[in-house]
Antibody
Framework: QVQLEVSGGGLVKPGGSLRLSCASSGFDFSVYHMTWIRQAPGRGLEWVSYISSGRSTNIYYADSVRGRFTISRDNAKKSMYLQMNSLRAEDTAVYYC???????????????????WGQGTTVTVSS | IFLTQSPGTLSLSPGERATLSCRASQSVGSSYLAWYQQRPGQAPRLLIYGASTRATDIPDRFSGSGSGTDFTLTISRLEPADFAVYYCQHYGSSPPITFGQGTRLEIK
C-alpha cells in the first residue's frame, strides 16, 4: 500500500539547519508530483514547496521560505527532501509531505488531489 | 488566488447536516478544487477532488459542489468521527497549492 514516511525533524536554534526526508513505498514515486506542507501549532495548513515529476522538474516555493529552503527528490531512492537553512521561530511547525496526483499533457493538467500524506515531523526552532 | 472558508466554526449535533463554504478570490476551474478533513493529531485526508468527486473510501454522506468562486462541502448526516477541521484547497500554476484557513466542525 502507499506509504510516506517523514523524518528529520527536531529542535534547532534560530539560524540553524535541518534536512527533512520523505520516504515513499507502494507506488511509482518517479511519476508523481510531491509537496511539503506545514502546520504551525494551533494554525491551519500552509503550503511550503512543490516539486514536479519528470526529467525537467518544476519547483515552487512559498514566499515565506524562498531562498532559505530547498526541495529535491531522488527517484532512485523513492524519496523527497527539504533542506531548511536559516531557520526562524516562525518555521516551527509539523511538516507533512504529500503526494500530488496530477496528470499533465500538452494542453492542460488534471488534479486528483493530495491523495496521500505522511504522518508529519515536528520542527521546533527555539533558542 | 485566496480561499476564504466560512464559517470559522460550525457547531452542530450528530445526525444534522453540515454545510461548509469556500470562496475563491477569483474564478477557478472546478477541476482544481479539493477538500480535506483533519482530525486532531492526524494528517489531513483527501475527501473531495474536482469540486465534487469523492476520493477513495469516502462515504457518500460527503458531497461537494460549486463552480466559479463558490464551493460547498456538505455532510448529510453527521457522525461523531466527522467533527474535525475541514480545508478547501486549490491547485494552480503559481503557487501550485493554496489552502483556505479551515472550518472547525464541533459538537454542539
Amino acid at each position: 500500500q502507499v506509504q510516506l514516511e517523514v523524518s528529520g525533524g527536531g529542535l534547532v536554534k534560530p539560524g540553524g539547519s535541518l534536512r527533512l526526508s520523505c520516504a515513499s513505498s507502494g507506488f511509482d514515486f518517479s511519476v508523481y508530483h510531491m509537496t511539503w506542507i506545514r502546520q504551525a501549532p494551533g494554525r491551519g495548513l500552509e503550503w511550503v514547496s512543490y516539486i514536479s515529476s519528470g526529467r525537467s522538474t518544476n519547483i515552487y516555493y512559498a514566499d515565506s521560505v524562498r531562498g532559505r529552503f530547498t526541495i529535491s527528490r531522488d527517484n532512485a531512492k523513492k524519496s523527497m527532501y527539504l533542506q531548511m537553512n536559516s531557520l526562524r521561530a516562525e518555521d516551527t511547525a509539523v511538516y507533512y509531505c504529500a503526494r500530488a496526483d496530477v496528470v499533465v499533457n500538452a494542453i492542460t493538467s488534471y488534479f486528483y488531489g493530495l491523495d496521500f500524506w505522511g504522518q508529519g515531523t515536528t520542527v521546533t526552532v527555539s533558542s | 488566488i485566496f480561499l476564504t472558508q466560512s464559517p470559522g466554526t460550525l457547531s452542530l449535533s450528530p445526525g444534522e447536516r453540515a454545510t461548509l463554504s469556500c470562496r475563491a478570490s477569483q474564478s477557478v476551474g472546478s477541476s482544481y478544487l479539493a477538500w480535506y478533513q483533519q482530525r486532531p493529531g492526524q494528517a489531513p485526508r483527501l475527501l473531495i477532488y474536482g469540486a465534487s468527486t469523492r476520493a477513495t473510501d469516502i462515504p457518500d454522506r460527503f458531497s461537494g459542489s460549486g463552480s466559479g468562486t463558490d464551493f460547498t462541502l456538505t455532510i448529510s448526516r453527521l457522525e461523531p468521527a466527522d467533527f474535525a477541521v475541514y480545508y478547501c484547497q486549490h491547485y494552480g500554476s503559481s503557487p501550485p497549492i493554496t489552502f483556505g484557513q479551515g472550518t472547525r466542525l464541533e459538537i454542539k
